[in-house]
């Protein structure tokens, strides 16, 4: 189990106690051709996103000693504005520098959370994949709670949406059938 921190565990001293309730490797082999890398986006008492100077050059340094795995970067907040959510000035305020390092060192998914509307960019070999919310009645767009699936085979990621007591889709489908699946 890998565990980040989003902003409502970092409120009210969270961040002092979040480390000890719930370690965490920031590098994660999972296997021989797998990597994934944590950010930790949540600063205390702060809705917005933040990745930062230094953690983005760490980020960089890291990714690049990685050159033949499947790279997965996983962070609480969005680093993309998503549709359905609104005027946004909650992404990662300093996205602009992330994503010029994970498209430079060839990650091949970012794992993103915040604003529980499942949700995927595709920017030719990087996907950037929102995640909705499993367990909150809190849901944005989809109206359903949702979780996702990855599955990585011969180095390709496939990434599939779970409806929590539902179907099992590709996520894909959520972004080409976007009005077709609003109006069912
Ligand atoms: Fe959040």
Request: aromatic letters at 8%; hydrophobic letters at 40%; one cysteine or more.
């Amino acid at each position: 189990m890998i565990i980040i921190s989003g902003n409502h565990d970092y409120r009210n001293t969270g961040y002092l106690l979040f480390k000890k309730f719930f370690p965490f490797e920031t590098v994660n082999e999972l296997d021989d051709d797998i990597v994934l890398v944590t950010v930790g986006t949540a600063r205390p008492d702060r809705n917005v996103g933040e990745v930062g100077y230094r953690q983005n050059l760490w980020l960089e340094r890291t990714m690049k000693k990685y050159k033949d795995k499947v790279k997965i970067v996983a962070m609480h907040h969005h680093l993309i504005a998503i549709p359905d959510t609104g005027s946004d000035q909650l992404t990662v305020v300093d996205a602009g520098d992330v994503l010029r390092i994970v498209l430079d060192t060839k990650v091949d998914v970012v794992l993103c959370g915040h604003k529980h509307r499942p949700w995927a960019w595709n920017f030719g070999k990087l996907t950037v994949v929102n995640a909705g919310t499993a367990t909150s009645e809190r849901v944005r767009g989809l109206f359903e709670n949702t979780y996702n699936i990855l599955t990585i085979s011969e180095k390709k990621v496939h990434v599939e949406l779970k409806i929590v007591g539902g179907k099992r889709l590709p996520i894909n489908e959520i972004v080409s059938n976007y009005s077709q699946f609003e109006a069912e």
